[in-house]
């Protein structure tokens, strides 16, 4: 700055002796004299006589080798590539009114280094990117923003504060923004799961990302227990979680359900198989709602023997799930005469080891004579004692009806009373 202070003060002590010369119209020129340049000598810039072809830049005659010795840009200048007139005027060196940017050379940060102009704010992102890949010299805000050269994660500027961050919506995770994000667009996302924090469905809730499907089992669990971020299928199905029944699912539509040859029963599968293996199953009756030979047929499982019992009965009917034998049945039909105090065998009534009965005394059934005729003993069994008369074996049939003894063959009076002589429960006949 005093070198150029020193050549202010040369043209001013010249200015009187400049003004006694013969006037001469410069401005008929290609160089119009403006400013301090009015108040040189011409000899300054014009050396020994010589007028035409005098250089006309200002460096020509502002510089360390040149006529004028006021000196050239100090070495604290900032690098220009053009002329002082881009920046300065010959009315007043300084201050300059405004820099030409055009002129400069280098880069930004030479001068806007906070020391020749402001350089980058505290709060500024950090970026080895030159000022001008953002800013214009035009004006300074509204930067048009280069992300090449940021070497700060992106969460330093895009926290919300400095510049947008996430949305109040976003996954919950700890990668930076370009882990699923570009610079060039937003969305759509390449997605990396890799450090989500969250469960699943914090996304996968059908409106954020695609969620469940409708037809989806019933379950708690997180998606993550069965499905992978690789590839949504095949899954790894764990059943620990699941809330439903097992035929919401195993349905035969959407997983495999009962064979066609399944026993008939409403009970859940929990009931006789295991997430762990299917077979062997833990059989449970108590739900079972079919017929026992439905599946104790020989084949299904195992079924009557060959020597069994003929019957239509079901299986229930004699024996229990819980064991086989000893087996209990009780008669039901209204021709059944009552259970017998003897221990009998089912064999001894049914002789034929069948359901239907062959009755020894056809004509007396269902009655006790139907068995029990050969066992009958007239003279035990007297109507009428003087003259004697005797009861047959079919007015006796039923043995625990009435066998009165009469007065006379008029049957009229009783003279003996006999109510109820045998039952079925007595200790003897």
């Not at 006037?23 to 007028?51: I, M």
């Not at 070497?151 to 510049?163: K, M, V």
């Not at 239509?312 to 209204?334: A, L, M, N, Q």
Request: glycine share 8%.
């Amino acid at each position: 700055m005093k070198q150029w202070l020193s050549v202010a003060c040369l043209v001013l002590s010249a200015s009187l002796s400049s003004l006694a010369q013969a006037e001469f119209d410069h401005d008929t020129t290609a160089f119009p004299l403006d400013g301090f340049h009015r108040l040189v000598e011409c000899t300054q810039c014009h050396q020994n006589g010589q007028f035409k072809g005098t250089p006309q830049q200002c460096a020509s005659c502002h510089g360390p080798s040149t006529p004028i010795k006021g000196g050239g840009m100090p070495a604290s200048h900032m690098p220009v590539s053009r002329d002082c007139e881009a920046c300065h005027s010959d009315r007043f060196w300084s201050p300059v009114p405004k820099v030409n940017h055009m002129a400069t050379a280098g880069s930004c940060q030479q001068c806007h280094n906070g020391g020749w102009a402001p350089g980058k704010p505290a709060d500024h992102l950090a970026t080895t990117a030159d000022c001008e890949n953002c800013h214009t010299s035009h004006t300074w805000f509204m930067a048009r923003f280069d992300h090449s050269g940021i070497t700060q994660p992106c969460s330093q500027c895009h926290n919300g504060s400095s510049a947008t961050g996430k949305p109040g919506n976003h996954i919950v995770t700890a990668d930076e923004c370009d882990t699923c994000h570009t610079t060039r667009a937003w969305i759509p996302t390449q997605f990396d799961h890799s450090n989500v924090t969250g469960r699943c469905d914090s996304c996968h809730n059908g409106t954020q990302a695609t969620g469940k499907t409708p037809n989806h089992i019933a379950t708690t669990s997180d998606c993550s227990t069965c499905h992978t971020t690789r590839a949504w299928t095949p899954a790894g199905f764990d059943h620990s979680n699941i809330t439903g029944r097992c035929d919401a699912c195993h349905n035969g539509s959407t997983s495999t359900g009962k064979p066609s040859n399944h026993i008939t029963t409403t009970a859940d599968c929990v009931t006789c198989h295991t997430t762990r293996a299917w077979t062997p199953a833990n059989f449970d009756h108590s739900n079972i709602t079919g017929r026992c030979d439905a599946c104790h047929n020989g084949t299904t499982a195992t079924g009557k023997n060959s020597g069994h019992f003929v019957t239509t009965e079901d299986c229930s009917s004699c024996h229990g799930t819980s064991r086989w034998t000893p087996i209990s049945f009780r008669h039901t039909s209204p021709n059944y005469p009552g259970d017998h105090r003897g221990n009998l065998s089912c064999k001894a009534c049914h002789t034929s080891n069948s359901q239907t009965l062959p009755w020894p005394f056809p004509a007396y059934k269902p009655d006790c004579a139907g068995c029990h005729a050969s066992d009958f003993k007239a003279d035990e069994h007297k109507k009428v004692k003087s003259p004697k008369i005797l009861y047959s074996v079919s007015e006796l049939r039923d043995c625990s009806g009435a066998c009165h003894e009469y007065t006379d063959s008029s049957l009229t009076t009783v003279s003996k009373f006999k109510t109820g002589k045998h039952h079925v429960s007595d200790g003897g006949f």
